[in-house]
């Protein structure tokens, strides 16, 4: 019997102008745009491989070597039948095409990067799960128009379609027909801006990303003034910022958004913390780093971990920097040049 098959991968994107809120929580439509650098693909990655065929009587799923469920995933559920509808519209337009979209699946996929680097594995795992999707399926779309099908697995998955710096605009239809990514600027850019990764720690966050920003929509009046008033010119400041390759304005922005998001989770009732001592001192330092020029740039996400944006050049003073106030600091290049990823021992207690 037949087996269609596709592999692909799909990189991690870190925010610079965060998403934090849904106005609908089941098509994932935002309550503000945001903005995203993607990291190189060479480095961080989930690659998934699907197969279909007669022979299979169900659709499964295997995460990093482990079967899960389908049917209990309803993000997962969407993003199939979505590609699936589509499928079956260009079979029933050209009867040669071989009838996949009836056919079960295999969903194998895995993280290049460890679990313990602390990343969002939901970007690159709905983004890569769509486009392989897209493959096996021979699907006409272009990147945004997956994008819009990436958003309904999870919201970020959306800006990891594109390489470079990606927005995603929220849109303002009620079918989420216009919530999709496009590309600000290839990643052939900028190439001089690179991202270190900072593992503060590796433990599972206290509160999902899905429930924290929902509580923030409920309770944080902080959250309406931002979507209302910050982030619409934040997000023209930051696309002229990257296509003039502003980098003192890019940080600046970028580690207001990063504040803001986190001031926001702390509006939340009861409130979320995602940062811990060291992601406050990471802030001082970085501060205290850029008191006479801006040099380099903090962005932390659902959780401790920081990830520092600078120039090319800045990379080993501040890998000199860490060090220094973090002695015993292990720099691990093995991810290459783009997202070098350190782990930080706690802080000396005094
Ligand atoms: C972002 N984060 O823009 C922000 C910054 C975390 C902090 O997107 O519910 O995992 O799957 O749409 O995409 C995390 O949210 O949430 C996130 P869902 P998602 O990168």
Redesign the pocket.
């Given at each position: 019997m037949t087996v269609f098959e596709a592999t692909c991968t799909a990189p991690v994107?870190?925010?610079v102008?965060?998403?934090?809120g849904?106005r609908d929580?089941s098509l994932?439509l935002?309550t503000n745009s945001?903005l995203?650098v993607t990291l190189s693909q060479d480095q961080l990655h989930s690659k998934t491989t699907i197969r279909a065929s007669a022979d299979f009587t169900s659709d499964r799923l295997w995460l990093n070597g482990i079967e899960e469920s389908i049917e209990k995933n309803k993000?997962l559920v969407a993003c199939l039948r979505e590609t699936r509808a589509l499928r079956a519209q260009i079979e029933e337009k050209d009867a040669s095409l071989p009838k996949l979209a009836s056919l079960k699946i295999h969903i194998c996929s895995e993280n290049n990067f460890p679990t313990a680097a602390g990343l969002?594995s939901?970007?690159s795992g709905?983004a890569c799960l769509v486009y392989t999707l897209s493959q096996l399926f021979q699907l006409p779309l272009d990147a945004s128009d997956l994008s819009i099908v990436a958003?309904q697995?999870?919201?970020?998955?959306c800006?990891s379609l594109f390489g470079g710096f990606v927005a995603?605009e929220m849109g303002e239809k009620a079918d989420g027909s216009d919530s999709k990514a496009v590309q600000i600027a290839p990643e052939t850019h900028w190439p001089d801006l690179q991202a270190m990764i900072c593992v503060v720690s590796d433990e599972k966050k206290g509160t999902?990303?899905?429930e924290g920003?929902q509580l923030t929509v409920k309770t944080s009046a902080l959250l309406q003034h931002r979507i209302k008033e910050v982030v619409p010119k934040r997000m023209e400041e930051m696309i002229a910022a990257i296509r003039n390759k502003d980098f003192p304005k890019f940080a600046e922005l970028t580690m207001q958004d990063s504040n803001q998001?986190h001031a926001v989770c702390l509006d939340t009732y009861p409130p979320i913390f995602?940062m811990n001592d060291i992601s406050r001192a990471i802030i001082r330092i970085i501060t205290e780093y850029n008191k006479d020029g801006v040099k380099a740039a903090y962005t932390f996400?659902?959780g401790p971990n920081a990830v520092i944006y600078a120039p090319e050049k800045n990379m080993a003073e501040i890998y000199a920097v860490l060090s220094h106030f973090f002695p015993g600091a292990t720099f691990d290049d093995s991810l290459g040049l783009l997202s070098k990823t350190s782990t930080l021992p706690p802080l000396p207690q005094n």
């Open positions: 994107n870190i925010a102008v965060k998403y934090w849904k929580t994932i935002p945001s995203s993000r969002a939901s970007a709905y958003r697995g999870s919201g970020s998955a800006r995603w999902s990303s899905t920003m998001f995602y996400d659902a």
